[in-house]
Every structure is written in C-alpha cells, then in structure tokens.
C-alpha cells in the first residue's frame, strides 16, 4: 500500500548486510551514524502518524495539490531535520532499530486501516519543502523519505569502509 511495503523491504535488506560495529560508527563528526539514521526514519514515521491522526480528529476539509514528493529522494537539495526527530540515542543495536521500525510501521498501518480516499485526499498539513500535503502523500512520502535516508546510510557506509 502506497509503496510502503517494497521501499521498507529495501531498506532492511541493505541494513541486514551492515555489521553491527559499522550502525555504531559515525563517518566524521556532526554526522549521523547509520543507527541514528534508523532512528530518525523511526522518529519521522511516528510523528507523521501522529499529525496525520490530529488532521483526521479535526475534520476540517481541504485540498491539496499533488506534490513531486518522489523528489525527497534528491539528496542534494540539503534538509536540517527538527529538533523532534533528531536521534537521541534510544536504539543501541540493529535488532533495537528494527523492532522501532517494525512498530512505527504498525502504527502507520492500524491509522490508515479503512481510511477512505476521499478522506485521505481532503485532509491536509504542511510539509516544510513541499507546502500543504494531503494526507495520501503523507503516507507514501514515507516510503520516499526511506529512500532517501537510504542513499545516505550507503553513503555513509562506503564512507567508513573508505577510512
């Protein structure tokens, strides 16, 4: 459903292949280690499902153009991620991580059961790039986000490898 399954799958199976010593390391200072990666997809999808659920609550009707979220995937267009998905050290293994991710995705998917369409569609809040989603997108810019922190974990372990 909306890609959330296949952008997952692969994620997990390139986190399979790191070693644990590696998720630890982080390439040069004030970057991320591939666990805090994992733990800010985990931080981000909570907080999604989060807002998604208050704009559900609310009820109040609105459109949104479609947005080129599918974009998210440009990691060279430079993001500071908020202060409230920041990783703060709460996965200390892989297996933590996984089981964070595995939960975050069942929040997303119990939020979403027999949701209708129209509902999803004439519901908004704003992302900070894109401006006012409707609530669909929110839910597949998930897989995209995945993605792009995808390329930045590769990226991050080809930088540690390198050292």
Do not use: C
């Not at 970057?31 to 609550?57: A, C, D, F, G, P």
């Not at 933590?96 to 809040?125: C, P, Q, W, Y």
């Not at 900070?128 to 989603?133: A, R, Y």
């Not at 669909?136 to 995945?146: N, R, Y």
Request: charged share 30%; hydrophobic share 35%; aromatic share 8%.
């Amino acid at each position: 459903m909306y890609g959330l399954d296949e952008k997952r799958n692969e994620l997990l199976t390139f986190i399979d292949k790191v070693p644990e010593k590696e998720a630890l390391v982080k390439p040069e200072s004030g970057r991320w280690s591939i666990l805090e990666v994992l733990e800010h997809l985990y931080l981000m999808e909570q907080l999604i499902v989060h807002q998604i659920n208050q704009t559900l609550k609310q009820g109040d009707t609105q459109q949104a153009s479609e947005k080129p979220i599918h974009l998210s995937t440009n990691r060279d267009y430079k993001v500071e991620a908020p202060e409230s998905v920041r990783p703060k050290g709460e996965f200390v293994t892989l297996d933590d991580a996984k089981e964070g991710l595995k939960k975050s995705r069942e929040a997303t998917m119990f939020l979403i059961h027999n949701k209708d369409v129209e509902t999803l569609r004439n519901r908004v809040f704003p992302h900070p790039s894109f401006g006012d989603m409707h609530l669909e997108q929110w839910i597949e810019f998930i897989g995209w986000h995945e993605l792009r922190h995808l390329d930045q974990i590769k990226e991050i372990k080809a930088a540690i490898r390198s050292s």
